[in-house]
Nanobody, 124 residues
Framework: QVLLVESGGGLVQAGGSLRLSCAAS????????RGWFRQAPGKEREFVAA????????LYADSVKGRFTVSRDDAKNTVYLQMNSLKPEDTAVYYC?????????????????WGQGIQVTVSS
């Protein structure tokens, strides 16, 4: 029921930064928990970061903790993923997701709506 569109991906060198955006539209309540996941070729989709419906709680995968920051702007119905100190192993298609719940979650099966994905490539 929620349409999600990611933007901001691209190609950067190791150590660089990117900021992903995910705009939501469609029939929904004003605030739902949002998450970011990624999938590299031949690998299972993995959790990256999540933010609660209120924006008061965040959760990060150990692999990105201290480098990535998730935030939201409810006036724009948009969630962001600021990615700093990027590494080649961060290369993947990144997906934005939304839950029909205010509580954040790291399990992709708990999310109800998904964006189309956006490529992030980090060169060495």
């Amino acid at each position: 029921q929620v349409l999600l569109v990611e933007s901001g991906g691209g190609l950067v060198q190791a150590g660089g930064s990117l900021r992903l955006s995910c705009a939501a539209s469609g029939r929904t309540f004003s605030r739902y928990a949002r998450g970011w996941f990624r999938q590299a070729p031949g690998k299972e989709r993995e959790f990256v970061a999540a933010i609660s419906g209120s924006g008061g709680s965040t959760l990060y995968a150990d692999s990105v903790k201290g480098r990535f920051t998730v935030s939201r702007d409810d006036a724009k119905n948009t969630v962001y993923l600021q990615m700093n100190s990027l590494k080649p192993e961060d290369t993947a298609v990144y997906y934005c997701a939304a839950r029909d719940n205010v509580a954040l979650h790291s399990n992709d099966r708990r999310y109800d709506s998904w964006g189309q994905g956006i490529q992030v490539t980090v060169s060495s």
